[in-house]
């Protein structure tokens, strides 16, 4: 055993800069020190939403770095079991806050599979599927077609024939995704007019934002685009939403495709000139997380831009902390419980400033969640393309979230709201998931909460 | 396929497990190859997830009736090679083993199964004024299967005691198979304390499957102290003040400067960068007397020349003290690509001449040495730093940790507190123990593991073994 001949010295020198990129390995674009933070403790392990599920150290952060190392250093060969570890990955960055020793899982992970899709021969990537094409990027990214598309939801919604599709499980019969996605539709209200591209601040003016809307996240969570904003207005924001912004790219890059994700980026940042403004704000943590990574996804001559835009963005929680809340007036005399998103709480590193806000409203009770920093298996795209980890994942989150006996749960990403509000719905259970935003949004407006 | 294994041993290991339960391609195998300790590796041939004791138990019978080694893994956090497959065969982990089976708040004991990570018991005790209290640092990951295992210890340890302490009883499954119960729900029970032999025995004896604990009630009150320390004698001394003074704190921890600053880098909490050591300090019990020993503390830090003794002002920042004393290892990431942690014990007057030894020792070798570890019972841990692709640095560094640990033995201490012997301490075995007594273990080993079959090559020396193994050629660092 153990004869395998030094794996290092070729790779040396990547250690003081990246080394020149060998198109059939996916880690020769990886700067080789951030495989070496990894000291191997194995603290991470534990963190990991897969290897609590599954227990298998190949499906856990300090295992996935092992392989990638493996493959970088040509150890083992990029097999499709090696492959599938990595691709099992929710990139849910939990590891992160875990480990001690600051190692960046995501700029190992992420490039990794950038690397892992364009090294795969001709299109046989997992992500060069007609779902991947026509509805992950031709449909999610365009809130124009995404609005069209659910026309003939909201008629099936109205006529109550998705509860009669979801109740008999005749969704099952359909193309595995897509009846998902189908379960995945929340309530769909009245269609929400489109958020004008300024609204002014209440009172004194205390900042000036820009408000980025998300694709997805506009179609299906208008309302609470619009929540936001007046959140805003009531703070004391001039709020700003130009028309011509576009998707983070975040759906792009996480399944692999680089490039057409910084195309989205270079049109934000034409979009939404960060000069103008004191924050960008993001109230998606999935979309947050992306934009603030802007500065280092991409190694161009607009990186600079690139950084400085990423400097100025805020997740809508993080912004008001740091402002200061305007007291909000009205009582909501409910118990809440709070499920840290992922891209929220690793990604940004955004725990205390939504519970902080929470707190501020009166009369409003918060329970704590068992595991709340616990990816529920949304993770972007992931419940629609790994269903069975996304669904064990789910099953647990809901079994821990009706621990606590509170039926309304709060959490502060699109993706998150849809996967915890299908699982109680198709468990039967009533729940109402809301963004803090929204809830913040009724007691400035004095309203209650209805469940 | 694995070369030097039976042909039917995989066919019928995936008839018990069922193939969601095996591995055994190489790439799949290969983060099994090494924990914690990564100076030594090697791969096993299989792994399985079994879920249930019977399974261990056929597995295990399976593996007898091949003639092939296997050996027991939790969450694969040891840092003295405990984990690792000598000589090959099939790795057993127990992470699909992870329920807690009973929580008995009045009794005040719960049964576990060895994959519960130790945090998650005092988690579910959360709410019932009970915790379990054996809390090693890597407490957030590691099972309680491999605390069992090594016998752990902990910052709290120093009043509560180690696992040993809180194992009331355990299901195990013998190398032969069998599975028998030792101890219970219980605290007390007549004859050998076999319960005793089985906490610490590193899986050499029998492979852990059920675990009943004790469950000890939380102290109403806590006080959580820093004192700052300009130089480590003083710091040292300071620790031999509080315990001679009759004050037994519920933990009593020391951090060197090299620490500090990898800490405060990780955790910014506000160490004082400048000073040379801090003792983290922390008295629990009923409310009334905690002020009084708090004084008493505060004063004794100051007569050894204590800069300041800072308080932590309330429960969220005493978490935040022991996040960064609980990860402190991690954080080594921050200051060397790679790390050896060693883990000897002297009694606690040694600590500053042991301490001085170690920044000697490490000059010589030309290895940046720091140190943070549970000064109360005398538990040092220097951290070697190093980087593992230069075959004649790792040489140096097992050289230097062999010379710390000659000094703990030369003070009258032991090579191992709480990591276990593993294989990366078996050659000192033979220096902390006569032969008669190394053959007694050997003998109690045989009595139920007479093949060896389970975890050959740990804990104890075999007879051919040499003392100085460490330094073989064959020990490169490899990744």
Sequence with gaps: MNQDPDPHLPHRSARTGLAAPDVSNPGSAIDYERFLDCVHCGLCTAACPTYVELGNENDSPRGRIYLMRGVTDGRIDLTPGVRRHLELCLDCRACETACPSGVQYGKLIEPFRVAMETTEPNGRGKTHDWFHRWILFGLFTQPRRMRAALVPARLLQRLRIDRWIEATGLWRLLPQRIGRLLTLLPRLGPRTPDLPSFLPAVGRRRARVVLFKGCVGDVMFGSTNWATARVLQANGCDVLIPESQVCCGAIHYHAGHSEPARELADQNLAALKPADVDAIVVNIAGCGSMLKDYGHHWHDGRQADRTAFAAKVRDVSEFLDELGLVSPPGPIPHKVTYHDACHLAHAQRVREAPRRLLRRIPELVIEELRESDLCCGAAGTYNLTEPEMADRLARRKLQNILETGVRVVVTGNAGCLLQIARESRLQGHVLRVLHPMDLLDLSYRNECLTI | ?479
Excluded at chain 2, 163 to 186: K, S
Excluded at chain 2, 454 to 472: D, Q, R, V
Aim: aromatic share 4%.
């Design chain 2, 1 to 479: 396929m694995p070369q030097n294994l039976p042909t039917t041993l995989v066919p019928e290991l995936l008839r018990i497990v069922g193939v969601e339960g095996v591995l055994a391609a190489r790439a799949d195998l290969m983060v099994y190859e090494c924990d914690g300790f990564v100076i030594e590796k090697n791969s096993p041939d299989v792994v399985v997830f079994p879920t249930c004791t019977e399974q261990v138990a056929r597995v295990v019978r399976c593996c007898r009736d091949a003639g092939v080694p296997f050996v027991p893994r939790g969450a694969g956090t040891s840092l003295a090679g405990g984990c690792l497959p000598v000589g090959g065969g099939v790795m057993i982990v127990l992470t699909r083993m992870k329920q807690i089976l009973e929580i008995n708040t009045r009794d005040r004991y719960a049964v576990v199964q060895p994959g519960v990570v130790n945090i998650w018991l005092t988690q579910a005790l959360r709410g019932t004024g009970l915790h379990y209290a054996p809390d090693p640092s890597s407490q957030g990951a590691c099972t309680i299967g491999g605390n069992v295992a090594t016998n752990s210890g902990g910052p709290h340890t120093l009043k509560y005691g180690v696992t040993v302490n809180h194992v009331l009883g355990v299901e195990c499954v013998l190398p032969d198979g069998e599975i028998v119960c030792l101890g219970g729900p219980v605290d007390e029970s007549p004859g050998c304390d076999l319960v005793g032999a089985m906490v610490g025995s590193e899986g050499t004896l029998a492979i852990v499957t059920k675990i009943w604990v004790r469950l000890t009630k939380n102290p109403q009150g806590y006080r959580t102290m820093l004192g700052v320390f300009d130089s480590v004698d003083d710091a040292t001394n300071a620790i031999s003040a509080i315990i001679g003074h009759g004050i037994v704190p519920a933990a009593l921890e020391m951090l060197d400067q090299g620490i500090i600053v990898a800490l405060e880098a990780a955790f910014q909490f506000g160490f004082p960068l400048d000073a040379s050591a801090v003792l983290l300090i922390e008295v629990d019990g009923l409310e009334v007397g905690l002020d009084a020993q708090q004084q008493q503390i505060v004063e004794l830090c100051r007569q050894q020349g204590a800069r300041e003794v800072r308080l932590a002002r309330d429960a969220a920042e005493r978490a935040r003290l022991w996040k960064c004393r609980k990860q402190a290892f991690g954080a080594i990431g921050r200051l060397s690509p790679s790390y050896c942690t060693q883990d000897g014990v002297v009694p606690r007057t040694q600590l500053p001449h042991i301490l001085r030894r170690i920044t000697e020792i490490g000059n010589r070798h030309r290895i940046r040495i720091v140190n943070v570890f549970h000064a109360g019972d005398g538990n040092i841990h220097p951290i070697l730093l190093f980087d593992e692709r230069d075959p004649e640095q790792v040489q140096r560094v097992l050289q230097a940790s062999n010379e710390i640990l000659e000094d703990c033995l030369a003070c009258g201490g032991s090579v191992t507190g709480e990591h276990g012997i593993g294989v990366e301490k078996i050659g000192f075995m033979r220096r902390m123990f006569t032969a008669d007594s190394l053959d007694v273990m050997a003998r109690f080993r045989s009595a139920l593991n007479p093949d060896n079959q389970l975890s050959p090559g740990k804990m104890l020396p075999t007879a051919a073994g040499c003392g100085l193994e460490m330094k073989g050629s064959h020990r490169k660092a490899a990744v």
